[in-house]
């Protein structure tokens, strides 16, 4: 136990299952990539932990999205683990941009190699949890109505992990295949000779469409809002390659903690004006020709916060579109008019833009031609009506808070965290949220983002830091304090002035046209740079976790 024992709720009158009298120090809900290291490292604190897990396996991300082309954009040597230097030396990656069979393979392994199964239980939905004031515990239910009692809740919920559907009419209506992304069922889906529709059109449709192109009949792909993207430039990583970059583990994993997005990219420390038009424009093109998100994080420092910056950029990318797109009335089409590169989240490519050469491809404006509803044969726009085999949702999440609003949580005085969070959420340092003791999220709102892994080591370290303070001394109720939270959410919106991400409606600014009251742009992300969020969270440590309340 953290310290004195968590006295387990009075099971008698109730009619619950017998596994209401397990008890845990530590709850950690989902089993993905944040959740597994939290429970290795509660571990080896000596907890007793039970992590739950509504998928039937682990991996979290990689466990749900097996989507046709889901990978990530992430180098893969710099997306591992970096804890265990055995892991390093046994991990071969096969890919640079590992595909999402892959990833969910490095995390069963890792899952095994660490015995990491025996505290998760699968098949278990997290629906509520309830602070309990007078045990300082939490009483948390499955959807299936098993109870449990802990003292610590750790969210290990990811930022994008709740999928939405669109809100059209007649959507249970259709007769034929379909599926949102995030629930692609795991035996393979035949596209030969069908007829496919595709809804959204952000870097999950940006995947998928090229790979259900490839054998689908006819492809129709409907946009509401074209995404600026460029190439990924993915390849195989052989075995020489492989011995390099573990030789150089030690240096990748630094240069990651260097970068404001953990990412390998570092920005140019030029302005856009600082050279020639010559020079800028062989800039771009070496960065476009090079693999991963170094036109989007290793670009002239001034891209994402200056408007001429940001236009030269955007120009560039656009005239790329115009080349590899035959049909120019179609190329127009995806070229993004209402935002500038870079200011949503970018879309990594392979053979996007050439897709639409395709004769079996079509792109329908849904600005021009609206979807009226889903019908039973397929979808009906403006003017006319087609008929599908198979509808893919690709229309994203409720990001960030999404995954907390599902879960019926409540704090202090049985008051709800969706409410506390209903004009955005208000944390400190991304962890801790006043009124909510012993909670303590990995990757909450607010916390610093970006190549996930390298942050979600760093956020699930300096959880257990704070455990094993709290447990060291003998303390049991650890709660952010409104002084704290205040400095905190005044510090985040500080920080997101002057971004031009943050005046465009994205998933990373909290909009989902999809969700009730997410209508209105909000500061979600900490943008301050992985590395100036460190040093703030290491100052809180170090000063013995100031302006936190512990008892
Ligand atoms: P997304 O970027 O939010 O895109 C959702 C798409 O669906 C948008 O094009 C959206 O249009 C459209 N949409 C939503 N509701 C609609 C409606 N009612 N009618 C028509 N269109 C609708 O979601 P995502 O593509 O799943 O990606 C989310 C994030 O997941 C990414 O940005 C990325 O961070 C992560 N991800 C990562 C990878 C990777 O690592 N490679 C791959 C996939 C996803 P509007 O833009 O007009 O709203």
Redesign the pocket.
């Known amino acids: 136990m953290i310290a004195s024992q968590a006295a387990v709720r009075n099971i008698e009158a109730d009619s619950i299952k017998a596994d209401l009298a397990a008890e845990f120090d530590a709850v950690i809900i989902g089993a993905g990539v944040s959740g597994l290291y939290q429970l290795y490292k509660l571990r080896e604190l000596g907890l007793k932990v039970r992590v739950f897990e509504t998928g039937t396996g682990v991996g979290g991300t990689w466990y749900w999205n097996r989507y046709p082309g889901?990978?990530?954009?992430s180098e893969s040597y710099s997306y591992g683990y970096s804890f265990s230097q055995e892991l390093l030396e046994e991990w071969n990656w096969a890919e640079r941009f590992a595909p999402q069979p892959e990833t969910e393979r490095y995390l069963n392994y890792v899952a095994d190699k660490f015995d990491l199964r025996r505290d998760i239980q699968c098949n278990s939905r997290v629906s509520a949890a309830h602070y309990q004031e007078e045990t300082r515990s939490w009483d948390v239910t499955l959807e299936d109505g098993r109870r449990y009692c802990t003292r610590l809740l750790i969210t290990a919920i990811g930022v994008?992990s709740a999928p939405t559907m669109?809100?059209?009419a007649g959507v249970e209506t259709f007769q034929g295949q379909s599926c949102h992304?995030h629930y692609w069922p795991k035996v393979p889906v035949d596209f030969a000779g069908k007829r496919v529709a595709v809804?959204?059109?952000?870097?999950?449709?940006v995947?998928t469409i090229p790979e259900v192109a490839k054998t689908a009949g006819h492809l129709t792909v409907?946009q509401?809002?074209p995404n600026w993207c460029a190439p990924l430039h993915n390849g195989k990583i052989g075995e020489e390659e492989m011995r390099r970059i573990r030789a150089n583990y030690p240096d990748i994993f630094a240069r990651c903690l260097e970068t404001p997005g953990c990412f390998i990219h570092n920005p140019d420390p030029r302005a856009t004006s600082e050279v020639t038009p010559e020079e800028r424009e062989a800039f771009f093109e070496k960065l476009y020709a090079e693999p991963g998100f170094g036109i989007w994080q290793g670009n002239f420092r001034d891209i994402l916060v200056d408007r001429k910056a940001n236009a030269l950029i955007s120009d560039f990318v656009a005239r790329k579109i115009r080349e590899r797109v035959k049909d120019q009335a179609v190329a127009e089409k995806l070229i993004p008019k209402n935002h500038g590169f870079g200011t949503r989240?970018l879309p990594?490519e392979t053979r996007y833009y050439e897709v639409y050469n395709q004769p079996n491809v079509e792109l329908v404006d849904?600005n021009e031609t609206p979807?009226e509803r889903i019908t039973p044969t397929g979808i009906k726009t403006s003017d006319a009506e087609y008929a599908f085999d198979i509808i893919i949702y690709?229309?994203?999440?409720d990001a960030i808070t999404g995954s907390f609003d599902r879960i019926d949580i409540r704090g202090l005085d049985g008051r709800r965290l969706k409410d506390k969070w209903s004009a955005g959420p208000q944390t400190h340092l991304g962890i801790l949220v006043e009124g909510f003791p012993n909670m303590l999220m990995v990757m909450g709102p607010h916390a610093g983002l970006g190549n996930f892994p390298r942050a979600a080591e760093y956020s699930v370290e300096w959880v257990t830091g704070l455990i094993r303070f709290a447990r060291d001394r003998g303390l049991t109720r650890i709660e952010a304090t409104p002084a704290g939270v205040a400095q905190w959410t005044d510090h985040v919106m500080a920080l997101g002035e002057g971004l031009l991400a943050n005046e465009i409606d994205s998933?990373m600014t909290g909009v989902n046209?999809?969700v009730e009251g997410k209508q209105v742009r909000r500061i979600m992300r900490y943008s301050g740079g992985h590395p100036v969020f460190r040093a703030c969270c290491d100052a809180v440590a170090a000063d013995g976790y100031r302006d936190l309340a512990l008892a």
């Open positions: 889901a990978r990530f954009d994008l669109p809100r059209i992304t809804i959204g059109t952000g870097a999950t449709a995947q409907f509401r809002t989240r990594l849904i979807i690709a229309t994203g999440f998933w046209r999809n």
